[in-house]
């Protein structure tokens, strides 16, 4: 096991707020039937730069974006500009008391930097997920670097299947391979990348 490095979130993501939106989120959009986001909302957790959120309010959607680094705040300007808007949540996502009702939940990668502090968050985002929404995330299978570091949650692609209990899976991605992480250096990911629906 390696620990996670401690990692310049603000400067992270200021590089990486010009990068284009990843396609999970035309693959959640799809998932959920949406031709356009108008009257739909979205959570963001970890929403960094801000690229995939600016996406869905592009589209329509509410996006209720959430993120300890406020890198995000400095483009709220471009609200004005699309048809939905983004809300910004600045702040420890463990620390959310209950999540705004929601069509889609989305995250890229920031789910599992929780800890053991998901579970209690994965809890209040599925009583946030309307009948019918959508999950879209990336979590962490067991043979990443970062396995048995307290600060980070990986799991079995069984405990996967529990936390999506009740739901369809649209799609998984698993990606198990070497490559960089998000400061310098060598790391081992092993990522599920997770499109579920749930029951209307």
Do not use: C
């Not at 959310?96 to 939940?105: H, M, S, T």
């Amino acid at each position: 096991m390696t620990s996670a490095p401690e990692v310049d979130w603000h400067a992270f993501n200021t590089s990486a707020a010009g990068r284009p939106a990843r396609r999970l989120v035309s693959t959640a959009i799809s998932a959920i039937g949406a031709v356009t986001g108008a009257g739909r909302s979205v959570l963001d957790l970890g929403a960094g730069g801000g690229s995939d959120a600016l996406e869905f309010a592009r589209r329509g959607f509410t996006v209720f974006a959430y993120d300890s680094d406020d890198t995000i705040a400095s483009r709220l300007v471009e609200n004005s500009r699309m048809d939905g808007t983004v809300y910004f949540r600045h702040g420890d996502i463990a620390e959310v008391e209950a999540f705004p009702a929601a069509d889609i939940i989305y995250s890229g990668y920031a789910l599992p930097l929780l800890g053991d502090a998901l579970p209690g968050v994965w809890a209040k985002l599925r009583a946030a997920l309307k009948p019918g929404g959508v999950v879209a995330v990336d979590l962490f299978g067991e043979h990443d670097t970062w396995a048995g570091d307290d600060s980070i949650a990986t799991f079995t692609a069984a405990e996967i299947d529990a936390m999506l209990e009740g739901m369809r899976i649209v799609q998984r991605e698993i990606r198990d391979e070497d490559g960089r992480g998000f400061a310098d250096g060598k790391k081992h990911w092993h990522v599920h990348t997770l499109v579920a629906r749930a029951a209307a």
